[in-house]
């Protein structure tokens, strides 16, 4: 059977299995060319079938995919805006809203050539990387409290040729204190959900380190409290949020001094992300 036929039936399986029906095709794809080893072209244009071990291997794959583990768990891989990152099971995989963080920050750098940023709760790096490879001149800095996500974002930057600086701490903890009252901006994305969602959430998002996922609100007053040290004058501090947050972040944000505190939305229309300009 060729393997677009394959494609074609592990999507119905997908399917039938309780995988949201408008994402098993592309899932299906994902897993068999994570086993082939092949691009997408390569798989609908390959005549030969597949070897025993290859379609043991693929059933073994939407079997685990039909039981919960994130499709990045199993493929290893995550796009973020135009990047390709790696993934680990023990480090919280990008999500496609998180990349409204990184156009918040972009539009902040407008018009400065050689920014200093700060990513703070990098994981994978993602949000570092993402302004690194569209912001050329920023020189950027990631810190994260777990010695996986530094590994991994370490990683994913030489993997990807992107220069940044990704320090373990907590925090503006890591970085250089020379950097006191000049950095451009300063985003984050911390761990924001309420505890009390936790039987709420898709079993996707229970993958991630819990640690990476739940926390407390109070965290933002203290990430306003840091930029306000760190930032320059006119500088901006954005973080991504809980949608039923805003009220709470953007006081967080007023209640330290910022000015301009701003709520963006994701594409689903939820409150995503809250900006503010340090005065």
């Not at 570092?128 to 996986?148: K, R």
């Not at 907590?170 to 994305?189: E, Q, T």
Request: hydrophobic residues 45%.
């Amino acid at each position: 059977m060729r393997p677009a036929e394959v494609a074609r039936r592990g999507a119905d399986y997908l399917r039938r299995h309780g995988v949201d029906p408008g994402q098993a095709e592309a899932e299906s794809e994902a897993l068999l060319r994570r086993v082939l080893d092949v691009g997408r072209a390569e798989l609908f244009t390959r005549a030969a079938g597949l070897t025993t071990a290859e379609a043991k291997a693929y059933g073994r794959a939407l079997c685990r995919r039909c039981t919960g583990t994130p499709l990045q768990h199993l493929t290893g891989e995550q796009g973020f805006r135009r990047l390709v990152l790696e993934v680990r099971p023990n480090v919280f995989v990008p999500r496609p809203e998180t990349e409204v963080l990184v156009d918040v920050v972009l539009r902040a750098l407008d018009g400065v050539e050689t920014p200093i940023v700060a990513d703070l709760c990098t994981g994978s790096g993602a949000v570092a990387l993402a302004v690194a490879d569209e912001h050329p001149g920023a020189q950027v800095y990631a810190t994260d409290v777990s010695d996986d996500a530094v590994a991994l974002a370490r990683a994913n930057a030489i993997r990807l040729g992107l220069a940044i600086d990704v320090e373990r701490g907590d925090l503006f903890g890591p970085l250089p204190s020379r950097l006191k009252g000049r950095i451009d901006a300063v985003s984050a994305n911390p761990p924001y959900v309420p505890d009390a969602r936790r039987q709420a959430l898709p079993v996707d998002v229970l993958a991630d380190p819990a640690a990476a996922v739940f926390g407390d609100p109070a965290l933002y007053g203290r990430l306003f409290e840091g930029a306000h040290t760190w930032l320059r004058s006119g500088a901006t501090l954005a973080v991504e949020i809980d949608d039923e947050a805003a009220r709470i972040v953007s006081a967080a944000a007023t209640d330290v001094g910022f000015a301009d505190v701003t709520v963006h939305a994701d594409l689903n229309g939820r409150d995503r992300v809250v900006s503010a300009r340090r005065q």
